[in-house]
């Protein structure tokens, strides 16, 4: 064994010993080359000085020249490290570097030309040796750099053809990405840019071939497999266009993420990803600044309700990387907690004592949790979300939606929890639904708590959120995978959409500052239409199927609102982030009501504006009813 080792460290030190030699080769021929080429600068300088009558040149002082030249040239390179590896053989400040020696022995030359005693040439002659010494010494290293370039292309007949969408910044950084290695796999063979003023230029030798409209042809004479979307502000409708037109030329998409996704300005090929829905809606990701705003996470007692839920698990990973002191996870199911820590941690073995198992609608289990946990920080994320199965069973809101969310304020109360965020729905606007009026309830519950604490209670309102548990993209991929017919309500229908990530960035930047009674909404753009969105799933799958319309449903909206009929969308703070003040409501009230004056009318009285005016008396009235033959309203 010991024999081995000894041969193994014998042949890495031969090979060690080889790329040394290599690498001083190298640099002994930039000192050569360097040498030749002043050797060649100075007699063409004296040639061309004397009109090339070769009779006038003083041989023997044009060789002291050279001497001169030559000393100067190795002492200076020595002195800017030219010759010891600093720059990159063939880059700027490579170029910068040969410039300066170059010059630097020029200027050598010239003074020493001013002695009496070493007129050798003629002083114009180390000037024009200079301009012929820079050339050939530049041009050298660049023919080196081209044939790096050359020998590290991506092979030809095993990567993909790619066309780039976008001649920017981003397009260029990565035409140089896709060329600097022969394993990247992508071989760009155009560039394609709506700016006429990029027509006709190239970037690293790929030529700008036109805009969107020339997809299809390109896609034709370069024999491309796979379109790539370069341009980081383009809106929806600009990817849907590119993205149609490649797909019907029979590319492949990918898309390079948003700035916030990204984290840094510069794009490589590693930060390819493939398009999804969310580049087709319509709308780019509101700018958040987390880092300079979530300071209020670092090293506090953090709890969050609903922690294994779509919006609570991703909040849980994202509060991680703050440095809280503690992260609670607190939730009623305990698979959804498995696979929350598993997320975050790596491990699920559901035994440290950050993982809670809990039902808010038990007020003193929760009560108990929150005295003997202490949290600073709360993020009531836990509730029942689905409006049709709420429509039958709206007990089940109540008890959640509601006293769940009644409970754990009174348990924060008791514990002096310093923030509390409220998790609530667009829906809540105007509302005409029992998610709906239960999540506009929660709000008013929220608005009464802050009035009665010192720390800031408050709301965060948005609409669906993609990709979440039970969403309609969930529900169109599974219809799509099995082959069924998408189903849709109506062909109008519209929703507000925003990502998971940005739906936890407007929860987070909430609590920064967010007033306390108040509703934060953040501003989702334009409304889309759910049919659209199934059919661009449809174009992304690559398949299509049938859309069928059910018809809107009980209580379901044909288009939903950000905010009530008497809000007002202020805007203090951040622009794309609205501050919607919520009347108050006091729970001790309503239940005293109920007692006095019947459920039905109490019912009426938890969904009231501000200034009295009662909302859809009949149907909340219906809830009420059957709230009152479940007598689920002392439960």
Not at 348 to 364: G, K, Q, T, V
Request: positive net charge; aromatic residues 4%; contains cysteine.
């Amino acid at each position: 064994m010991r024999a081995i080792d000894a041969r193994r460290h014998k042949r890495e030190g031969y090979a060690e010993l080889l790329r040394s030699l290599l690498w001083r080769l190298r640099r002994l021929a930039l000192v050569a080359w360097d040498a030749a080429a002043w050797t060649l600068a100075l007699v063409a300088g004296a040639v061309l000085r004397y009109e090339v009558d070769l009779g006038q040149i003083d041989v023997v002082g044009l060789r002291w020249t050279i001497v001169v030249a030559l000393a100067a040239q190795l002492v200076i390179g020595t002195l800017l490290q030219l010759y010891r590896g600093r720059h990159y053989i063939g880059t700027v400040d490579d170029a910068i570097n040969v410039s300066a020696a170059i010059a630097l022995t020029g200027v050598v030359l010239f003074g020493v030309n001013l002695l009496p005693a070493a007129t050798w040439v003629p002083r114009s002659v180390p000037l024009i040796a200079i301009l012929i010494a820079l050339m050939l010494a530049v041009s050298a290293r660049l023919a080196v750099r081209r044939y790096r370039e050359r020998s590290s292309r991506p092979d030809l007949r095993s990567s993909q053809r790619v066309i780039i969408f976008g001649a920017g910044n981003e397009g260029q950084q990565l035409v140089r990405s896709m060329l600097s290695g022969p394993r990247s796999g992508y071989l760009p063979v155009a560039l394609l840019d709506d700016d006429p003023g990029l027509r006709r230029r190239r970037v690293s030798g790929v030529p700008v071939r036109g805009t969107r409209a020339d997809i299809g042809a390109v896609a034709g004479t370069t024999r491309a497999d796979l379109l790539i979307i370069a341009h980081r502000q383009a809106d929806g409708g600009v990817m849907r266009a590119v993205a149609r037109a490649a797909t019907d030329a029979g590319l492949g998409v990918k898309v390079l993420p948003s700035l916030p996704e990204l984290l840094r300005p510069w794009v490589g090929i590693s930060d390819l990803r493939d398009l999804d829905i969310a580049d087709l809606l319509g709308r780019r990701p509101v700018e958040i600044d987390l880092a300079a705003s979530a300071g209020y996470l670092a090293g506090r007692r953090i709890l969050v309700t609903g922690a294994g839920g779509s919006i609570g698990s991703e909040l849980c990973r994202q509060i991680h990387r703050f440095g809280p002191a503690e992260l609670l996870m607190l939730d009623r199911d305990e698979s959804a907690l498995h696979a929350t820590q598993l997320s975050i941690h790596g491990t699920a073995l559901l035994d440290s004592p950050n993982i809670i198992l809990a039902d808010i609608r038990d007020s003193a289990a929760i009560a108990s949790i929150f005295m003997h946990r202490r949290p600073d920080v709360v993020f009531h994320a836990a509730a029942l979300k689905h409006l049709p199965i709420l429509e039958r069973y709206p007990e089940e809101a109540w008890k959640s939606n509601v006293l769940g969310t009644h409970n754990v304020l009174e348990a924060a109360k008791l514990a002096e929890v310093d923030r509390f965020v409220n998790i609530s729905t667009d829906k809540a606007a105007n509302p005409t639904s029992v998610l709906g009026r239960s999540k506009r309830i929660g709000e008013r519950l929220v608005a009464n708590a802050a009035m009665e604490v010192s720390g800031t209670y408050l709301s965060v309102r948005f609409g669906n959120v993609l990709g979440s548990r039970g969403s309609v993209l969930t529900t169109f991929a599974e219809q799509l995978a099995t082959g069924v017919p998408i189903t849709v309500t109506h062909p109008d229908v519209t929703r507000f959409f925003m990502t998971i990530p940005e739906a936890v960035h407007l929860v987070l930047y909430a609590a920064a500052i967010g007033r306390p009674g108040e509703a934060l909404v953040l501003d989702m753009g334009s409304p889309v239409r759910i049919a659209d969105v199934a059919r661009q799933m449809m174009d992304i799958a690559g398949r299509s199927t049938e859309i069928v319309y059910t018809g809107l449903r009980e209580g379901e909206k044909l288009h939903e609102e950000l905010f009530g009929e008497h809000e007002i969308d202020d805007r203090p703070i951040h622009p794309s982030v609205s501050h919607v003040e919520v009347p108050r409501l006091e729970p001790l009230r309503a239940v005293q009501r109920a007692q006095s004056v019947g459920v039905e009318r109490a019912m009426v009285t938890l969904t009231c504006t501000a200034g009295g005016a009662e909302t859809d008396q009949h149907s909340v009235g219906q809830i009420a009813a059957r709230a009152a033959r479940s007598g689920w309203l002392h439960a």
